[in-house]
């Protein structure tokens, strides 16, 4: 069962709803040790100083943030403790707005919120009033020693505390060279809006789609370990230079067109199997 990183309370008026924090993403990186090539020994790293050399031990080492070239200013745990912000275990909502609105840019985290027992009514009655009215709450959250902007948002039964990043932190697109005046011809924008129509599903389906590095790297690692070799990756495609935006629409459109047609006939064929089989049992 998973375990709360957070409780507290969700606060807007005068409601409080008594919540806990859960994960609500799971990383699938895999994690690898750096070894000496000729024996796999283990390699450990030493706090060296970069004046005279030798290694530093724990109790001599302090944080410094470099305000010039070569000069800090040192910091002491009494310093980042005067400036923590207050730990008042409580999401408190600033105000709510339309998710529309939200550049995606600025979600960064998601965790789940959990109501207490006391709390289940005047959760649901935030979830459902969130999603009936297409907004979020914007809210402050303080968790460990940092604060937070944050929203709070209904996801199928449960409520999201999503981390925002805050405005500083965004870089503008204005900041890289964008083509923002480009004159586009009709029958460009016409094939490329076929392109899309034809490449459109209903819904988005994340389960469709794998880490397929991942998957590969597990099953090179699995191999190995058990002195097996696998076959290498075949090389991709190379890819022809546009020479005609126009021509190069219509082939994938086309491309795209027998892809699909392909699918179908798989997946009508696969009840006709069934059904050979079901006749001859």
């Known amino acids: 069962m998973a375990h709360a990183i957070?409780?507290?309370?969700?606060?807007?008026?005068?409601?409080?709803?008594?919540?806990?924090?859960?994960?609500?993403?799971?990383?699938?990186?895999?994690?690898?040790?750096?070894?000496?090539?000729k024996d796999e020994g283990r390699i450990k790293y030493e706090r060296t100083c970069s004046v005279?050399?030798?290694?530093?031990?724990?109790?001599?080492?302090?944080?410094?943030?470099?305000?010039?070239?070569?000069?800090?200013?040192?910091?002491t745990d009494e310093d980042f403790k005067s400036v923590n912000p207050v730990a008042t275990?409580?999401?408190?909502?600033?105000?709510?707005?339309?998710?529309?609105?939200?550049?995606?840019?600025?979600?960064d985290k998601p965790y789940y919120l959990e109501p207490s027992k006391q709390g289940r009514h005047a959760y649901a009655l935030l979830r459902e009033a969130l999603a009936q009215a297409n907004k979020v709450a914007i809210a402050r959250v303080v968790l460990r020693t940092k604060e937070y902007i944050a929203a709070v948002k209904p996801s199928?039964?449960?409520?999201?505390?999503?981390?925002?990043?805050?405005?500083?932190?965004?870089?503008?697109?204005d900041t890289i060279d964008v083509p923002a005046n480009e004159t586009l011809?009709?029958?460009?924008?016409?094939?490329?809006?076929?392109?899309?129509?034809?490449?459109?599903?209903?819904?988005?389906?994340?389960?469709?789609?794998t880490n397929r590095y991942h998957d590969e790297l597990l099953a090179m690692i699995d191999a190995r370990a058990n002195g097996?070799?696998?076959g290498k990756a075949p090389k991709a495609p190379t890819r022809a230079k546009v020479v005609n935006l126009m021509d190069v629409l219509a082939q994938s459109l086309?491309?795209?067109?027998?892809?699909r047609s392909?699918?179908?006939e798989q997946t009508n064929a696969a009840p006709a199997t069934k059904r050979r089989k079901k006749t001859a049992a």
């Open 52 to 75: 005279d050399g030798k290694p530093v031990p724990w109790d001599e080492i302090v944080k410094g943030y470099e305000y010039e070239k070569g000069r800090y200013v040192v910091l």
């Open 89 to 107: 275990q409580s999401v408190d909502i600033l105000e709510f707005v339309e998710l529309d609105s939200i550049n995606p840019m600025y979600f």
């Open 156 to 173: 199928g039964d449960a409520l999201v505390l999503e981390l925002m990043h805050w405005a500083n932190e965004i870089v503008a697109s």
């Open 6 to 37: 957070w409780s507290g309370a969700i606060n807007f008026g005068l409601v409080t709803i008594p919540v806990k924090l859960f994960t609500a993403i799971q990383s699938d990186d895999l994690s690898f040790n750096m070894l000496h090539a």
């Open 262 to 264: 392909g699918t179908k």
């Open 228 to 230: 097996r070799e696998i």
């Open 254 to 259: 086309e491309e795209n067109k027998k892809q």
């Open 185 to 209: 011809p009709a029958p460009e924008l016409k094939m490329a809006k076929m392109l899309i129509d034809s490449m459109s599903v209903q819904s988005f389906e994340p389960e469709k789609f």
